[in-house]
């Protein structure tokens, strides 16, 4: 079993900056890849970025340079840095832990990108 609780989100102006947290209830060295899902009003949920155990990342095309996913295994914990924002990044924002063939998901947090 693996709880995510994710923060910081917030409302912020396009062009703007946030830094999600991911705080994991057992060591994210562990955990073959953690990463980031939003879903957006009327729309399916995507991945944003991900990265594994071994520190592999991948992002969607619409982030790239733009967001960057990183985590501290001593804090157990996985980051979302989300630069240069645009109206089109508002959502909710998952974290996201695969854990022995098993997704485990965070409550949320919303992210308001204003124009």
């Known amino acids: 079993q693996v709880q995510l609780v994710e923060s910081g989100g917030g409302l912020v102006q396009a062009g703007g900056s946030l830094r999600l947290s991911c705080a994991a209830s057992?060591?994210?060295?562990?955990?073959?890849?953690m990463g980031w899902y939003r879903q957006a009003p009327g729309k399916e949920r995507e991945l944003v970025a991900r990265?594994?155990?071994?520190?592999?990342?991948n992002y969607a095309d619409s982030v790239k340079g733009r967001f960057t996913i990183s985590r501290d295994n001593a804090k157990n914990t996985v980051y979302l840095q989300m630069n240069s924002l645009k109206p089109e990044d508002t959502a909710v924002y998952f974290c996201?832990?695969?854990?022995?063939?098993?997704?485990?998901w965070g409550q949320g947090t919303q992210v308001t990108v204003s124009s």
């Open positions: 057992r060591s994210i060295f562990s955990i073959d890849h």
């Open positions: 990265i594994t155990s071994n520190g592999y990342t």
């Open positions: 996201n832990a695969n854990y022995r063939w098993n997704d485990y």
